[in-house]
C-alpha cells in the first residue's frame, strides 16, 4: 500500500527504486545463510589462516570435513563427500606417488562398490589387469578358480594394478573438484574440547605449525596409524610378513588369475600387475624375516620358496631374486573397536585390518564409504556432534556382513592354507580337504569364491561352506574304511576348524554379524529435526 502510494507523490521514481534496492540485498543476505545452514557450496573460498586462542595460525571453519590420509580409503571417500558437495579439505603426509607392494589387487565386489561411487576410470589409464578368477596350486596339481561373473556386465572383474598409480588417479579424480582441497601435511594431534573432536593440528609442507577445523573429521591414515588409539581400542595382531618381488615378462600358467601355491610352511601369491610385471608376494610366518642385507633372505627365497613353485614361473622367479629388489610389509589383522567419539570417525586400515591373503582389504574400504555416504547424504549439516555421533552408530552394525564377512574369510584361509609349524595329521587333512573341495567345482567352488571375491559376502554362507570343507575332511578320512586313528583324526579336523573360526567370529562380534537387525542403532534415523 505504502509502494502505490509512493509512486504517485514527486520523488516517487527514487523511493521506489531504494525500496526495491533494499529488499533485494535483505533476500540475497537471507538467499546465503540458507546456502550456508545446508553447506551445500560447491565453490572454494581459500580458507584464511588467522591466530587461534593460544597465538598459533588456525585455518578457519570454511570446511565441513576433514580427512586425514589420501591412500585409497581417504582419497575415495574426498571425492564421494565432495561430490554430494561437502567441502572437504584433505591432509596427507605425502602426495607423490605412493611405492607399496600391497593393495595392489582389488576383488570383483570391490569393483562394483568404485563404479557406485562413480570411480571406476580410475584403473583405466594404468595399465591395470582384468583379474577372472584364481589358480590353486598343491603338489604339483592345480586347480582353476573362476569368479562367479555371469550375472553381471562384462566390464566386471577383478582389477590389479600398482597401488601408486591407482591412489595417484584417485587424488586427481578429487582435484577436478572445486570443493576439494588436497594438502600435503603430517597430522599431529586431534584437537579435542569437552570430550568432542573439533579438527586437527598438522604441519605443513613449510613446516608451519597449523590448526583446521571441521565438524566431522575422518582419520584414514592406514595401517602405521597414530591416531587411532584415540578412536578405537586396538588389538593388533602380526602374525606373519611378506617378501615382496616383481617378476618380470613372466607368463603365468592362468592368464588373468591370481595365482596361490599352498607351499611350506605357508602361501606364496602371483598376481599380474601391469602388461609386463608379476607381482610375487612370499608369506613368511611371524615378525621376524631373513635378513635382506646379509644375503639370507635371498637364500631362503632360492632354497626353501623356490622349488616348490610352478616350473611356469621358476627362471622369472629366480631373476627377480638375483636383481635384488627384495622388499618386505608386516601382515597385520586388528578387529574394529571403535570408541564412537562426537566429531570423529575412523576409516580404512586405521579403523580396521584382516590378513591380505584374500585382497579383500579395499572392498571392505570402499564398502565402508558407500555405507557412510548414504548416512551422511540426508543431513543439510555435520554441526550438532552428539547427535552425529549417536546417528552415525548405525555406521559400525550396517558395514558388518560385508566387513566380518570378508575378515573371516581371509583370517580362516590363511590358517588352513598354511602349514603346520609341527607336524599336525589333522591340520595337513583340513588343507587338503580344502584343495579337493575347491577342486570339485560347481557350488563348492563357486561359493567360497563368491565369498572372496566380495560378490555375495553373507557370513551365514561363510559359516556353512567353512564347515562343509570340515565334514568333507571327515568325509575323505573314513574311506575306504574308519578306523579308530581315522575318527581320532576327524575329531581333531572338526576340532581345529572350530579353533579357526570361532575366535575370530567372536572377535568380529556375533551379534553384529549374524543378527545385525537385533542391535538398536541399526534402525537409526537421520537427525533431521536437530539438524
Request: some cysteine.
Amino acid at each position: 500500500m505504502a509502494m502505490a502510494e509512493a509512486t504517485g507523490v514527486g520523488g516517487g521514481g527514487a523511493a521506489v527504486a531504494a525500496a526495491t534496492l533494499l529488499t533485494a540485498v535483505l533476500l540475497a543476505a537471507v538467499f546465503r545463510y540458507q546456502r550456508r545452514r545446508r553447506g551445500a557450496a560447491v565453490r572454494v573460498v581459500p580458507a584464511p589462516v588467522v591466530p587461534d586462542r593460544e597465538g598459533s595460525a588456525a585455518v578457519d571453519g570454511l570446511t565441513d570435513v576433514i580427512i586425514v590420509g589420501a591412500g585409497v580409503a581417504g582419497s575415495a571417500l574426498a571425492y564421494t563427500l565432495g561430490k554430494d558437495g561437502r567441502r572437504v579439505h584433505v591432509i596427507e603426509r605425502d602426495l607423490t606417488e605412493p611405492d607399496r607392494i600391497v593393495g595392489e589387487l582389488l576383488q570383483p565386489g570391490g569393483y562394483l562398490k568404485l563404479i557406485e561411487l562413480g570411480l571406476q576410470d580410475c584403473v583405466d589409464e594404468i595399465d591395470a589387469q582384468r583379474i577372472l578368477g584364481y589358480a590353486l596350486f598343491k603338489d604339483g596339481k592345480d586347480t582353476k578358480l573362476p569368479y562367479p561373473l555371469e550375472k553381471f556386465g562384462s566390464d566386471v572383474a577383478g582389477r590389479s594394478f600398482h597401488n601408486g598409480r591407482f591412489i595417484q588417479r584417485m587424488r586427481e579424480k578429487c582435484a577436478t573438484l572445486p570443493n576439494i582441497q588436497l594438502e600435503q601435511g603430517t597430522v599431529t594431534t586431534l584437537l579435542e574440547e569437552n570430550g568432542t573432536v573439533k579438527g586437527v593440528q598438522y604441519k605443513n609442507k613449510s613446516g608451519e605449525e597449523l590448526k583446521a577445523y571441521a565438524p566431522l573429521t575422518i582419520v584414514c591414515d592406514g595401517c602405521f596409524s597414530n591416531l587411532r588409539r584415540v578412536l578405537c581400542s586396538p588389538t593388533v595382531d602380526v602374525p606373519s610378513c611378506f617378501v615382496g618381488l616383481v617378476l618380470e615378462n613372466c607368463k603365468l600358467p592362468h592368464p588373468n588369475h591370481g595365482h596361490v601355491v599352498l607351499a611350506n610352511p605357508s602361501p606364496i601369491l602371483f598376481y599380474p600387475i601391469s602388461s609386463t610385471e608379476v607381482r610375487c608376494l612370499v608369506d613368511v610366518p611371524g615378525q621376524k624375516v631373513p635378513s635382506i642385507a646379509s644375503g639370507e633372505m635371498a637364500n631362503y627365497l632360492k632354497t626353501v620358496v623356490a622349488p616348490q613353485i610352478p616350473p611356469e614361473i621358476y627362471d622369472s622367479f629366480v631373476a627377480a631374486i638375483e636383481k635384488g629388489s627384495i622388499r618386505t610389509m608386516p601382515n597385520k589383522s586388528m578387529p574394529a573397536a571403535p570408541h564412537p567419539t562426537p566429531g570423529a570417525l575412523l576409516m580404512g586400515d586405521a579403523f580396521n585390518m584382516r590378513h591380505p591373503l584374500t585382497g579383500g582389504g579395499m572392498t571392505v574400504a570402499l564398502s565402508d564409504i558407500v555405507v557412510l555416504r548414504n548416512l551422511l547424504k540426508p543431513l543439510r549439516n555435520l554441526h550438532d556432534a552428539s547427535s552425529l555421533c549417536k546417528y552415525l552408530e548405525s555406521f559400525y552394525t550396517l558395514r558388518k556382513p560385508v566387513a566380518s564377512t570378508i575378515n573371516t574369510l581371509a583370517g580362516a584361509l590363511y590358517k588352513v592354507f598354511s602349514a603346520s609349524a609341527s607336524p599336525d595329521k589333522a591340520r595337513d587333512e583340513m588343507r587338503q580337504a580344502c584343495f579337493d573341495y575347491l577342486s570339485l567345482g560347481g557350488v563348492c567352488s563357486d561359493g567360497p569364491i563368491s565369498l572372496l571375491s566380495g560378490l555375495n559376502p553373507r557370513p551365514m554362507t561363510l559359516v556353512a561352506h567353512f564347515f562343509a570343507v570340515a565334514i568333507f575332511g571327515v568325509g575323505r578320512l573314513m574311506l575306504p574304511l574308519p578306523s579308530p586313528k581315522r575318527i581320532w583324526i576327524g575329531a581333531r579336523l572338526i576340532s581345529g576348524a572350530c579353533g579357526i573360526i570361532f575366535p575370530i567370529i567372536k572377535a568380529e562380534g556375533v551379534r553384529q554379524m549374524f543378527f545385525p537387525a537385533t542391535v538398536p542403532a541399526y534402525y537409526r534415523a537421520p537427525p533431521e529435526a536437530e539438524f
